[in-house]
C-alpha cells in the first residue's frame, strides 16, 4: 500500500529559528501533498496542498511567508516553519494522495515545541 | 466546513462491536464517505470508504443508508487497541480532505 513517511517526528527549536520537516512518498508519485496541523484535543486543520512544480495554495488565515511550502519532485514536499514562536508549537501531519482511491495516505507527524 | 456530524464521544465494551454513526445530509452524488482513525500523536489510518453500497474489510464494516444522508461505521469485535478518535469525511475525487471533530471511542475491558 502506498506509504508516507514524515521527518522528523518531533523537534524543539528557540524561538527565532527554522525548523524544515520533510514529507516523502515512499512507493508512489504523489503530485499533490497536503499539509495540516492540529492543536491539542483538536482536530486537524488544513493549511496548505502543495502542487509539485508549482506554488502552494494556502488557506484562508494561514501565513504563507511563515510556512514556506515547496514541492520540488514527486516524491518530496517540504514545510519550513520561519522564525517559529511558542504558538507554532503543534502536531503538523502531511498526507499525499495514493493509488487507486484509497483517499489520502498520511504520515506519522511531526511535533514541534518552539521554547 | 466539514459536512459531517459525529457525536463527540462513545464508550463500547472489549470484544463487542462497535457502531459508530455520522451525518452527512448534504453529500453529493459524486462524493464519497471516507473513514479515518487517529489514535494518539500518530497520522490518521485510513479505515474504509464508500460510495452508496455497503463495504466491509479487514478492519471494519460500513453501512450507508439508501439515501446516503448517514452512515455507520462498525468494528465487529472492538480491542483496546481501536481506542482511538474516529473520523467520518465526505469528499469527492480530486478534492482536499477536511476534517470535522470526530468521535473519541473508548474500548474498556
Known amino acids: 500500500g502506498a506509504v508516507v513517511s514524515q521527518h522528523p517526528s518531533w523537534v524543539i527549536c528557540k524561538s527565532g529559528t527554522s525548523v524544515k520537516i520533510e514529507c516523502r512518498s515512499l512507493?508512489?508519485?504523489?503530485?499533490?501533498m497536503f499539509w495540516y496541523r492540529q492543536f491539542p484535543k483538536q482536530s486537524l486543520m488544513l493549511m496548505a496542498t502543495?502542487?509539485?512544480?508549482?506554488?502552494?495554495?494556502?488557506e484562508q488565515g494561514v501565513e504563507k511567508d511563515k510556512f514556506l511550502i515547496n514541492h520540488a519532485s514527486l516524491t518530496l514536499s517540504t514545510l519550513t516553519v520561519t522564525s517559529a514562536h511558542p504558538e507554532d508549537s503543534s502536531f503538523y501531519i502531511c498526507?499525499?494522495?495514493?493509488?487507486?482511491?484509497?483517499?489520502?495516505?498520511f504520515g506519522s507527524g511531526t511535533r514541534l515545541t518552539v521554547v | 466546513d466539514a459536512k459531517t456530524t459525529q457525536p463527540p464521544s462513545m464508550d463500547c465494551a472489549e470484544g463487542r462491536a462497535a457502531n459508530l454513526p455520522c451525518n452527512h445530509s448534504?453529500?453529493?452524488?459524486?462524493?464519497?464517505v471516507y473513514w479515518y482513525r487517529q489514535i494518539h500523536s500518530q497520522g490518521p489510518q485510513y479505515i474504509i470508504h464508500?460510495?452508496?453500497n455497503n463495504e466491509t474489510n479487514e478492519m471494519a464494516s460500513l453501512i450507508i443508508t439508501e439515501d446516503r444522508k448517514s452512515s455507520t461505521l462498525i468494528l465487529p469485535h472492538a480491542t483496546l487497541r481501536d481506542t482511538a478518535v474516529y473520523y467520518c469525511?465526505?469528499?469527492?475525487?480530486?478534492?482536499?480532505?477536511?476534517f470535522g471533530a470526530g468521535t473519541r471511542l473508548t474500548v474498556k475491558p
Open positions: 498526507s499525499a494522495r495514493g493509488t487507486g482511491d484509497y483517499g489520502y495516505t
Open positions: 512507493d508512489f508519485q504523489a503530485t499533490t
Open positions: 502543495s502542487n509539485e512544480g508549482s506554488k502552494a495554495t494556502y
Open positions: 448534504t453529500i453529493s452524488g459524486n462524493e464519497y
Open positions: 464508500g460510495l452508496k
Open positions: 469525511i465526505v469528499m469527492g475525487n480530486n478534492n482536499d480532505m477536511r
